[in-house]
């Protein structure tokens, strides 16, 4: 044995193993890839399947049976409707408020030179560079000093406020591409400042707009450090899983999520097949 | 009632001399810096105009001013018969190429031709019939459905042209419109464009830092520097007779010679030499002036009745002409000789030379301070 494995052309054996690692290297990253992204979509992955779990006891936590229960009834646990329904309540509004501000901002910001223009821009920066624990507190520090009753307003408020600053940016970088003589342009073609913002100013920036808003929704939906400072008794999605948590996981909380993952995905795809349909093919 | 007609004719046939465009002692200040400096300035009706010079000379501002997107710090603009000064743009009969054109990258090439009519309320099919012909005069027939992107530079360039036309205005503003072509296309434009005014008949300002362009489009330019109009004339006129050292430079090659004005019609050189010019030249001038000649119109020979001796220190042939420096007692001095003969002229450098020009080809402008320093 031993001779006929000494017998073995060595120069093969080595342009063996030479190509072995050649086409390692070749598919190191895409490896590499492929273990990123598992990393990344495995805790996705464990929520969706578990929203299908049928868990023994209060926390879901193990694997018990198959069920399509909780999709039946995703609501069927106390509190969470409200919950949900209070989260999307104040992302659409406070979403919607902070794109229309933060562009407005935005357009100020890049488009006039005036009196205070370099400080707004450090405060527009502020919210997110500070913590948001500082943040939350110092707003429930102010909504107790004007004795403000903490709920839905002062919710609502807190996540304008940090939602403005998020259109800011992204509004002003969509806005900096853009060849300032285009209004120019359409003034100089007779239209009034209104007709010149909403036929060539808006039409540009809206991607950027939509974008900042989709962006601001899903910051809000998420957030809990700031909301959990100034809800009062109220309580958003966020809060009712931490709140839960301590005495019960009920599988509902993996649909809801799912269901939040689900529609993440529909907009993104709806936003590819929007985006090829719209690419110029006259010109291939 | 007779005389109120009298008085309305009056002004009618008035306004249709008086220039299309007036601007009286404008000025335009940023913050410290004062972009334009008490310009007045009329442009006839269906001229091709130009506002010429270096980048910072205030053409640009001045151009923006007359479009409307500067309010001027003093003075007052006159389109016709209208002072505009106060007016927006967009309630102004005057539209504008922009340097980047400007094309509105979401709107299609028809609805960026469309937008200025659409805003005055035309729809339908007059709008389109409009539209179309635009096109069709600036050569882009049947590109109506395509995106400013899918075209080149030359042909936004057009479509540019076509959005401010369509209008009809009283006055169409250029701001070196075809500064981001290259050579080719550009050359093949200037035509173009002066064929497109001779059509049109409508007055165009242009405004650009190229004499070349400014020479081969325009009837009239005035030659701008440090916010100020240094001389307003035909390209002829300008060349020909530029009344300061700055037009003279600035428009084509030219020899200056310092000296000083000795009685009717002569310049004494700093060497002592005694030049002829023309007496309207000097235009009771006395002192300190300067001499111009233009160097094609310097002959390598005796014969003129103005004369220097010199060496020559240089030679370059270009092809269509030898260019010399020769060496004189008041300095060098460029001389253009056109290669009409087969091959290269004879001259060659550290030959002793005698140039002649000229009494009528010899302008003065004031004396050169800023060399003086």
């Known amino acids: 044995m031993s001779i006929a494995a000494e017998q073995l052309p060595a120069p093969r054996r080595f342009d063996l193993s030479a190509r072995a690692v050649a086409a390692a290297r070749h598919h190191l990253l895409t490896l590499f890839a492929i273990l990123a992204l598992v990393y990344l979509l495995l805790p996705i992955a464990v929520v969706v399947a578990f929203s299908f779990n049928d868990p023994v006891g209060r926390f879901n936590f193990t694997w018990g049976s198959f069920t399509l229960d909780n999709w039946a009834n995703p609501f069927g646990f106390p509190d969470l409707r409200g919950a949900v329904v209070l989260s999307l309540e104040i992302a659409a509004l406070s979403s919607i408020a902070a794109t229309i501000l933060g562009t407005l901002i935005a357009l100020a910001l890049v488009r006039y030179h005036f009196r205070g223009r370099g400080a707004t821009n450090l405060l527009i920066f502020l919210p997110m560079a500070s913590p948001e624990i500082v943040m939350g507190s110092s707003l429930l520090t102010l909504f107790l000093n004007y004795s403000i009753p903490l709920g839905f307003a002062t919710i609502l408020i807190a996540h304008i406020m940090f939602n403005i600053s998020y259109v800011v940016v992204t509004v002003r970088a969509r806005l900096a591409g853009h060849d300032r003589h285009l209004e120019e342009a359409a003034m100089d073609l007779f239209a009034t400042p209104w007709a010149t913002f909403y036929r060539v100013t808006l039409p540009l920036i809206a991607p950027g707009v939509l974008a900042a808003g989709l962006l601001a929704f899903a910051l809000s939906v998420d957030d809990f450090v700031i909301t959990y400072l100034v809800s009062g008794s109220d309580q958003t999605f966020p809060l009712f899983v931490w709140g839960a948590a301590r005495v019960a996981v009920p599988p509902q909380i993996n649909v809801i999520g799912t269901m939040v993952f689900a529609a993440a995905l529909v907009l993104m795809f709806l936003n590819i097949a929007f985006q090829w349909r719209r690419s110029p093919k006259g010109a291939a | ?373």
């Open chain 2, 1 to 373: 009632m007779a005389v109120e007609e009298r008085s309305e004719t009056g002004r009618v046939t008035r306004g249709r001399e008086v220039a299309d465009i007036r601007l009286e002692r404008v000025t335009k200040r940023f913050d410290d810096v004062v972009a334009v400096d008490d310009v007045s300035l009329a442009i006839e009706r269906g001229s091709f105009f130009a506002l010429l010079g270096p980048s910072g000379c205030g053409k640009t501002t001045t151009l923006r001013m007359i479009g409307g997107f500067e309010e001027p710090t003093g003075g007052a603009i006159f389109l016709g018969d209208a002072d505009v000064t106060g007016l927006p743009p967009y309630k102004r009969d005057v539209n504008t190429v922009f340097q980047s054109y400007a094309l509105f990258p979401h709107l299609s090439i028809f609805e960026n031709v469309a937008f200025g009519l659409r805003r005055r309320g035309q729809r339908g099919d007059p709008l389109k019939r409009r539209v179309e012909e635009m096109l069709e005069l600036v050569a882009l027939p049947g590109l109506g459905k395509r995106k400013p992107g899918q075209l080149s530079g030359g042909q936004q360039q057009r479509v540019a042209l076509a959005r401010a036309l369509v209008n009809s205005p009283q006055v169409l503003l250029l701001d070196e419109p075809l500064g981001a072509l290259d050579l080719k296309l550009r050359k093949q434009m200037q035509l173009e464009l002066k064929r497109i005014q001779n059509d049109v008949g409508i007055t165009f300002v242009h405004v650009t830092h190229d004499q070349e362009e400014a020479m081969t489009m325009a009837d009239q330019i005035a030659v701008m520097n440090a916010g100020r109009i240094e001389q307003l004339g035909s390209p002829d006129e300008l060349y020909e007779r530029p009344r300061t050292a700055f037009v003279a430079s600035f428009l084509g090659a030219s020899n200056l010679l310092r000296g000083r004005a000795a009685g009717e019609g002569v310049v004494r050189l700093e060497d002592g030499t005694e030049v002829r010019v023309p007496a309207a030249a000097l235009a009771g001038r006395t002192g300190p002036v300067a001499v111009g000649i233009r160097p094609e119109k310097i002959r390598l020979a005796a014969g003129e009745s103005n004369m220097l001796e010199g060496v020559i220190a240089e030679r370059s042939y270009i092809g269509v002409s030898t260019q010399y420096i020769a060496q004189t007692g008041t300095g060098s001095i460029t001389v253009y000789a056109q290669n009409t003969d087969h091959g290269p002229s004879g001259l060659a450098a550290g030959d002793r030379v005698t140039l002649s020009w000229s009494p009528e080809s010899t302008f003065v402008v004031d004396a050169l301070e800023e060399e003086r320093r």
